[in-house]
């Protein structure tokens, strides 16, 4: 009877329309399953099953999925579960459980991958997955999706112009998001609790915008690795991880921007590993509180203006050879947060966080 | 030239100092030549007990002599008309007497002076009204001829009244000196006798049967109201609750009383009518008032849940038979009053009991509204033979009496009452319609039972002014519409401030503090208003909308009778601080003359000493505060703070002033174990801190921290709330206690709970908190454009108002997805989306009830239900986990707040 069901809801559920096929109810993938030059829709409630090495692939069509549910009863190694390619993407309020990739190797990192695609991936839940992997694409809204207890996150690898914004990482034993190769993005208002990296630039990432987010415990928070130059890093909130910034590698290069982060109870703010001769790093307007060393500096030059110290065991920690960092404008004043115990860290009226700014600005998170 | 002019002056003033001060006004004062001196003058009365308490209301030193022969000697005979000595008494003075129940007569000439009363209660009331012309030891020669063209008028509450002059004393000598005051100003009825269903005890009911004797004697009636239900809490059979109880029952929670109701049990109904003998005979009095209530609730839709009567019921008497079932409780509990208390006046609230429901046009009254209203009253009517049996009713509009006889036919009587009015003052005017149902030759009942009568003697005897003479200055035709105008009953019409109330002051409180009192009362004070004035402006607008509207009953509204709602104001305020440094002039003032009431009535006289510097520190720091709240409003938070710092001096200065006034007053007994005032200087100053943090607040969007911080107001949903959110593992939510802007920017989101808010921090503070600083807030029930605020929201272009309330028993709504999911409560507001407002639930066919949208930096969610569990699938409502759709609501509205997935705990 059950084995009736299911042929019953694979014959059902494949609705073919000229150009279109729609999945409803129930599919099992237990093998490579190609949708080729034509749209796949899922509609809403429809459960996805994968089984064994099953992988759905979508070529050269649309791919739109909206309320329906990916599962896999079983890791897969070095393959993902999800390849699409070549066309527009819409994953909309889906779950997706437990799409691991367990033994990533290059070129498969993940468990979903999007690949020369536009399109949006909104709103929907990852749950124990291995990262969506944004592969040679443009223009892809990555927003309000939820990360938990996943390996990684978002990847993008030579890819430009995407937003990966509002979305929440939770339990993350690698990474949040990565860039590898990848310019021009934008990481805005994400959030992570207790990830062990938050956001990775590496391998020549730049002119990348990484604002508003809000990263609460965790080793690192952002980190910076051969990295390229123009990122603006600014308005970033740090709370309790271990290390704020974390920017460097032999061919990390250009300027870098940090302007306007929140880093508190961290145990270092910033740390600036040797780099590239001519690397110029501005650390300007942040606020750092109750941290052991603010800036840690083993190369590059280092600026640091209207800054405000509070609760600063070392502002700067220079290590032999390197240069010390230019520090000038600073504020050493309790910062009169509103409520910085409950992680309100707006300041007060009377804060000195106001005014004392570069040009008059506010120091601390102003976007 | 000197000589003219001492002439003319004494021609001028000779009417007006001759003339005496009578409350209630007499019908008729013929004076005679000259005046002459009542001192030493002895008493001569007639051996009967009326004529003896009638003798003893004369006043002075002076011998009293029981019975009499001729009257020849000079002096002071009193005697009913009807006896020996009361014809003689005709004769010898010529007397008019005036053939009408309660009616006398006074003559005083040439030493001597009559009082003749058409019967015992007339000869006692010739008597009071001769203590009043008598007041200074002189009398004019003249002629009085009254009588009162209401039988029965006002009433006077025995708890809230006649015991408090009694509260913490020995003996009843409090209570006797309250109702000496009722029958000097010729009120009759005592009424509000607490827990009187059976419920007081054998000592409480000795000693009230002590005071209602002494109250009959006077000529007092004592009103009480039984009930129809079979059985109450006490006397319900065991294990019997409001759950199991297989027919109609009705809990009123906050009054601790329950009603067990059935039609079809004509040996209960009879052994409740026996219960209801015994317990009335405890009274010890024959006089009773006993207005036989029926179940309350229903309306003309489905009036004493009719709908909801039990199978033996159904089976006995049809839909359309309620009043067949009426007229044999009616009857069985009549006819066993009747047998037993032959002089009582018994009656029932038949229901509905709102005549003022023929305003309704004959072509909107469908067949619902006939059987219900109209043929019912008419059924009963018939049906209850005995003629004397009244009918209450909630006085009509004048002009609807004519079709409300032609129903209930020209005999049968009628208690007609006020309208439960909550009066927001200490006096009140609406009294003056209390005569306006005035019928020849019938003997109504004007019985009011208005809240502000509780002890508020000068309104009832303003009733009894209106109620003797239904042509006295001032008297009123209620027209329908509301009864009870806030505005203006407290301080006007001019005739009755300045010319009737004097006159209560006079007789009330005595010449020398009469000034004084009047301007108290005149000066338009309203401590409910200052004390809550959302509730008070709430309900004034409710009476303004619905001229029925019954703030004991829920009910739905008949009639559109409206007038403009008040909308609440500094300004309305500000006049409070006028009028309450008013009072506090003249109660400082009137202080000398404190010992010229007696100690019980001082006890009154001394509670508005000791409130009225509270009503004006209470009402100066409100006033500061809205004008502080408006600027912060407008942005100006520095001189919102610099006024601020102003008002707090004030508040210092006003309360310290109070302390003192409350230490210095201290000896003075009291009316009640504690002061009836809640605004004390800790909770407007807390009030003044909130303003103060909130002019402080520097309003700036948020970053959500580790947790989502969730603020929920404390209102009666809020602990399920909390219950729900408690169960994420990303949010922290906290229960609080106002909406001050310093309180709401601690918070990621509010959820604002059905509740009282003052409704300028409510339409100030809730939006700049979500506008400038960005948060979220979820409005739910009656926040989403209730009357209760004016059919205003705080973000029109989300939600205009909620104009209608539905009911919702099958309990689903529908997702904007298109999925049913179950409700926990059994209503909901339907709201009307602004501009900007987006649906995401509504009703199953489509009505919207979750609206929301971004106002400013921040976003709202409008929910038109509360987050109650209706028990039972009723009204009744339990604090439960959120659940069904509710919970889904608060758990959408947080993530769209926030953009932030709700985490459940892990187990």
Redesign the interface.
């Given at each position: 009877m059950k084995k009736f069901s299911v042929l019953c809801a694979a014959v059902f559920s494949w609705l073919t329309l000229p150009g279109q096929t729609v999945w409803e109810g129930e599919k099992i993938i237990d093998k490579e399953v190609v949708i080729a030059k034509q749209d796949l829709l899922i509609k809403?409630g429809c459960k996805v099953i994968f089984k064994g090495k099953g992988e759905l692939i979508v070529q050269q069509g649309s791919f739109s999925a909206d309320?329906a549910e990916f599962t896999a009863e079983n890791p897969v190694e070095k393959q993902f579960r999800i390849r699409f390619s070549n066309g527009n993407i819409s994953l909309k309020n889906c779950t997706f459980d437990h799409l691991i990739c367990k033994t990533p190797a290059r070129h498969i990192d993940g468990s979903i991958r999007i690949q020369y695609a536009k399109g949006t991936v909104s709103g929907n839940?990852f749950n124990r997955s291995s990262a969506i992997a944004l592969l040679n694409s443009n223009g892809v809204t990555v927003e309000?999706n939820?990360f938990?207890d996943g390996e990684n996150g978002i990847l993008l690898f030579n890819s430009g112009e995407h937003r990966i914004v509002?979305n929440?990482f939770?339990n993350m034993s690698d990474f949040g998001i990565r860039l590898n190769g990848s310019e021009l993005n934008q990481l805005a208002?994400n959030?992570f609790?207790n990830c062990t990296l938050a956001v990775f630039l590496y391998n020549k990432a730049g002119n990348t915008q990484v604002t508003?987010n809000?990263i609460?415990?965790g080793k690192a928070g952002i980190k910076l690795w051969h990295s390229g130059s123009g990122n603006v890093i600014s308005a970033n909130?740090f709370?309790n991880v271990k290390t704020a910034f974390d920017a460097g590698g032999k061919s990390f290069s250009g300027s870098t921007i940090y302007a306007n982060n929140c880093i508190y109870d961290c145990l270092y703010a910033f740390i600036i590993p040797k780099t590239a001769p001519d690397a110029s790093v501005l650390i300007r307007d942040n606020a750092i509180c109750k941290t052991r060393v603010a800036i840690s500096v083993n190369g590059g030059k280092v600026t640091a203006e209207n800054n405000l110290f509070w609760q600063v065991k070392n502002i700067s920690a220079v290590n032999p050879g390197s240069t010390a960092p230019e520090i000038r404008n600073s504020v050493k004043a309790d910062p009169l947060f509103?409520?910085a115990a409950?992680?309100?860290?707006?300041?007060?009226?009377n804060s000195p966080l106001l005014k004392n700014g570069t040009n008059g600005g506010n120091i601390g998170?102003f976007q | 030239m000197q000589k003219f002019v001492l002439i003319l002056f004494f021609l001028v003033t000779l009417p007006i100092a001759a003339r005496p001060v009578l409350q209630p006004e007499v019908k008729e004062y013929i004076p005679g030549n000259g005046t002459f001196s009542i001192t030493g003058l002895p008493v001569f009365y007639q051996d009967q007990k009326q004529c003896e308490i009638g003798a003893g209301e004369i006043p002075g030193n002076r011998k009293r002599i029981k019975g009499f022969n001729n009257t020849a000697e000079k002096g002071i005979y009193i005697a009913v008309a009807s006896s020996p000595e009361g014809e003689m008494l005709i004769r010898d003075f010529a007397l008019d007497v005036p053939q009408k129940k309660q009616g006398y007569t006074i003559k005083a000439v040439d030493g001597k002076i009559a009082a003749v009363g058409f019967d015992n209660i007339g000869t006692l009331y010739g008597a009071v009204t001769l203590r009043q012309m008598a007041a200074d030891g002189q009398i004019e020669c003249t002629v009085v001829r009254d009588y009162p063209d209401i039988l029965w008028r006002g009433a006077m509450s025995y708890g809230r009244g006649i015991a408090k002059w009694n509260y913490g004393e020995r003996g009843l000598a409090g209570s006797k000196a309250a109702i000496d005051a009722l029958f000097r100003h010729k009120i009759n009825i005592i009424s509000d006798f607490h827990r009187t269903s059976q419920t007081l005890s054998d000592a409480e009911l000795e000693v009230i049967s002590e005071i209602c004797r002494y109250a009959e004697e006077r000529g007092i009636w004592i009103c009480i109201w039984p009930n129809t239900s079979l059985y109450n809490q006490t006397t319900k059979p065991a294990g019997t609750t409001l759950k199991n109880w297989h027919c109609v029952a009705d809990g009123r929670p906050s009054r601790r009383v329950e009603s067990y109701y059935c039609w079809s049990d004509d040996r209960a109904t009879e052994e409740n009518a026996v219960r209801q003998v015994e317990f009335l005979k405890k009274f010890g009095v024959s006089k009773l008032l006993l207005v036989i209530h029926p179940v309350d609730g229903g309306s003309e839709k489905d009036p004493e849940f009719w709908s909801r009567r039990c199978q033996k019921c159904r089976e006995k008497f049809k839909d359309d038979e309620r009043w067949k079932a009426g007229v044999r409780q009616f009857n069985i509990l009549n006819n066993t009053l009747r047998k037993h208390f032959p002089e009582a006046v018994i009656g029932s609230c038949i229901y509905p009991y709102h005549a003022d429901m023929l305003a309704v046009p004959r072509n909107r009254r469908d067949r619902r509204f006939n059987t219900n209203v109209t043929e019912y009253w008419k059924n009963i009517s018939s049906g209850i033979k005995d003629e004397n049996f009244f009918f209450n009713i909630w006085m009509p509009g004048h002009s609807i009496m004519k079709e409300y006889r032609e129903i209930i036919g020209s005999k049968r009587k009628i208690n007609y009452t006020d309208h439960y009015c909550l009066s927001a003052g200490i006096f009140a005017t609406y009294h003056r319609y209390a005569g306006s149902l005035y019928e020849e030759n019938s003997e109504n009942v004007f019985l009011s039972v208005a809240q502000d009568t509780f002890g508020q003697w000068e309104s009832i005897f303003l009733a009894g002014e209106h109620t003797w003479n239904r042509n006295a200055p001032g008297s009123g035709i209620y027209p329908g519409g509301a009864f009870y105008d806030g505005l203006k009953d407290h301080t006007g019409p001019a005739v009755i401030m300045e010319k009737t109330l004097p006159r209560i002051c006079h007789t009330f409180w005595g010449k020398e503090l009469a000034p004084y009192m009047t301007a108290v009362m005149a000066s338009g004070i309203m401590p409910r208003y200052i004390e809550n004035p959302a509730a008070v402006i709430t309900y004034w607008n409710k009476v303004r909308r619905d001229p029925m509207y019954d703030p004991n009953v829920k009910k739905d509204t008949l009639v559109n009778n409206s007038l403009p709602p008040v909308e609440d104001s500094p300004e309305l305020m500000r006049r409070q601080v006028i009028a309450a440094e008013s009072v506090c002039k003249q109660l400082a003032s009137a202080g000398k003359y404190f010992d010229s009431v007696n100690p019980y009535q001082r006890r009154y006289l001394v509670n508005f000493a000791r409130l009225a510097p509270l009503w004006l520190a209470a009402a100066r720091a409100q006033y500061n505060i809205r004008c502080a709240g408006e600027l912060i409003a407008a942005g100006n938070n520095v001189q919102a703070l610099k006024l601020l710092e102003k008002a707090q001096k004030e508040l210092d200065a006003d309360y310290t002033a109070a302390e003192k006034n409350l230490d210095a007053l201290r000896a003075e007994k009291s009316m009640a174990r504690r002061i009836s005032w809640s605004l004390d200087r800790n909770t407007m100053q807390k009030q003044l801190d909130e303003a103060r943090a909130s002019a402080q607040v520097l309003l700036q969007p948020r970053r959500i921290g580790r947790f989502i911080k969730v603020g929920i107001t404390q209102g009666d949903s809020a602990v399920g709330i909390k219950k729900f959110l408690d169960r994420f593992a990303n949010v922290r939510a906290t229960l609080i206690d106002n909406i001050s802007l310093a309180e709401l920017d601690k918070y990621d989101c509010v959820i604002v709970t059905a509740g009282n808010y003052k409704k300028a921090e409510f339409f100030q503070n809730i939006p700049a908190y979500v506008r400038k600083g960005g948060g979220g807030v979820l409005l739910e029930g009656m926040l989403c454009g209730h009357e209760r605020f004016d059919s205003k929201t705080p973000f029109p272009e989300i939600v205009k108002t909620s104009p209608a309330r539905v009911d919702n028993f099958q309990r689903k709504l529908k997702k904007s997805d298109g999925t049913l999911v179950k409700s926990m409560y059994v209503d909901y507001f339907e709201l009307i989306p602004g501009k900007d407002g987006e649906t995401t639930v509504t009703s199953t066919d489509g009505k919207p009830v979750v609206v929301r949208g971004r106002a400013g930096l921040g976003k709202a969610v409008f929910c038109g239900m509360v987050n109650l569990e209706g028990v039972n699938n009723t009204f009744v409502t339990a604090q439960t986990e959120l659940s069904g759709i509710n919970a889904q609501i608060v758990q959408d509205a947080i993530e769209y707040f926030t953009n932030i997935k709700l985490r459940r705990n892990k187990r």
């Open positions: 809403p309320g839940t309000n939820q938990t509002n929440s939770v208002n959030r609790e508003g809000s609460f415990g909130l709370e509103k409520d409950n992680g309100d860290y707006r300041p007060a009226d998170l | -």
